[in-house]
Each structure stands twice: as C-alpha cells, then as structure tokens.
C-alpha cells in the first residue's frame, strides 16, 4: 500500500501516517497538501493523510476547502499529541541568533520563544522538517520541530516541551476513494450550504437534536462563489449508514442547497488516553 502524506520526511504529518500505518507500506511525501489530494485521486497512492486543525490554532483551511470539492472521502483520523523541540547543534541557548520553524508550530510556542530567545531572527520555513535540515548547514541556529525531525537529521534536543499549552493536538484526517464500513465507534463529516434567512441554521440542526445525534463540531467557511456566502461543516456521532443517522441526513438534504458526506470513519483517540 502506497500513503502520499504531506511532507518532507519527518513531519508531523509523517509522524501521522506512520501512526495510522505503521510498517509494511510505502510512504510518499507531497510538497502540498494539493499533492496528496492529488496522488490520491489519481491512482498514484491509496491513501492521503492531511492535518485539518490544531486544538490551538484552529482549522487548515486548505484542507477544508479541498474536502468540498474533491470526490475522495474520510477514511479515519489520527489526533495526535504535538510536543514541541528546540533543536540545535548549538550547545548553548545563548548561542542561537536565527531559528525556523513553520508557522503553526511558531504560534504554539510564541511565548517560550520571546521569553528565551527575544533577540533572535525567526524565519518561516515550509515545514518542520525543512527547518530542521536548515540547522545543519548553519551555525548559529535552531529549529523548532519535533522528535522526528531530530532523529531523522540527527540534530540534538536543546530544549524539549517548549510549547505553550500543556495540552497540544492536531487532527489528521485520513482519506480514500472508497468509504468504509461501520466499525460500531464512527464519527461522521459532513459540508452543506443554506439559504441566507432567519432561522435557517437553528432549523438545519434541529433533526440531529430531535434523532438524539450529538455534534462535536460546526464550523463555517466562505463558499468562495461570492461574497459572504457561507458553507458548514459538522462533525458528528455515529456512521451514515446507522438509522438515525441516515434519517437526520434525509432531513437535512432537503432542506439544503447543496449537501455532501464527507466520510464516516472510526473515531481517533488520543495515544495515553
């Protein structure tokens, strides 16, 4: 089995993928989060693992808006614990002038940073890999990543946990051409839009409370068909295919303007819990 997944080696992504697959497969970087849609999509690998929100800092858009239009759908979810490194080949902290890191893992620590390396340069880099291999050939600098990257480039932890929430997950999503069955434990991924008038939210949702359906998730995006026009997602409990479910869904469908499962898959856990 071939897993495109968005790199370089030694993501979180990649970190992921080999969470959810383990050995025994072949794992392809994709420069994009596009990319692994793509190689998906046509035929290059079978599986696509993407990261879709950070319990901190929210949704990747580019995914979200992806989901809409693709025709792949939600296989599973790998919800992994995100634990921050300092890497350098710098013995001392003092010694940092430049650090790089991609920009999500800039904002989860951004406190740490300014506290104990206010006069360095912070420099985005592509992803946490990528800053990583920057460190090896530059005096003088940091990265920070994760315990992958420092494995995969064999560059030391200077300073470990420098997050700036105790708790620190992201959501990867996991998808492909064919659905999957019921596992008894699903959760279920769905994009609609409505028609712009009073109620109308409160009366989409209202077959899921009545079917005893509990959501875990509403969030909303620009449609991007014009302006201030509005698309949802939701996140609920159980499979498309359990009864209650299915029903709610018949409801919903013709009350919309545009309605689309995304996927039922297992629910993720988090590793520990």
């Given at each position: 089995?071939d897993i ?53 800092e929210g ?124 596992s008894g ?89």
């Amino acid at each position: 089995m071939d897993i495109s997944y968005l790199g370089p080696q030694a993501t979180f992504t990649h970190q992921a993928a080999w969470r959810a697959f383990g050995e025994g497969v072949e794992y392809i970087p994709a420069e994009t989060i596009d990319d692994v849609f793509t190689a998906v999509q046509e035929g290059e690998a079978h599986r696509g693992v993407v990261p879709v929100e950070n319990s901190n800092e929210g949704v990747v858009t580019s995914t979200m808006d992806l989901l809409v239009d693709s025709t792949l759908v939600i296989t599973g979810e790998v919800i992994l614990p995100i634990r921050l490194m300092l890497l350098s080949r710098e013995k001392d902290i003092r010694g940092i002038v430049k650090v790089y890191s991609h920009p999500q893992p800039f904002a989860q620590c951004r406190h740490w940073l300014r506290k104990n390396l206010r006069g360095a340069a912070f420099v985005d880099a592509r992803s946490t890999a990528e800053a990583a291999a920057f460190c090896l050939s530059q005096e003088g600098t940091a990265a920070v990543a994760g315990a992958m990257a420092s494995q995969f480039y064999g560059i030391p932890t200077l300073v470990e946990n420098i997050g700036d929430w105790e708790e620190n997950l992201t959501r990867f999503l996991v998808f492909s051409t064919h659905p999957t069955a019921s596992s008894g434990n699903d959760k279920t991924s769905l994009v609609f839009s409505i028609k712009d008038k009073v109620g109308a939210l409160y009366e989409i949702l209202r077959p899921f409370g009545e079917a005893g359906i509990n959501l875990t998730k509403i969030e909303s995006r620009p449609s991007k068909k014009k302006a201030w026009d509005y698309v949802f997602f939701i996140d609920l409990e159980g499979h498309k295919d359990d009864s209650a479910v299915r029903d709610a869904l018949r409801k919903l469908e013709k009350m919309c303007m545009f309605m689309k499962v995304l996927g039922s898959y297992p629910k993720g856990t988090v590793e520990g819990k």
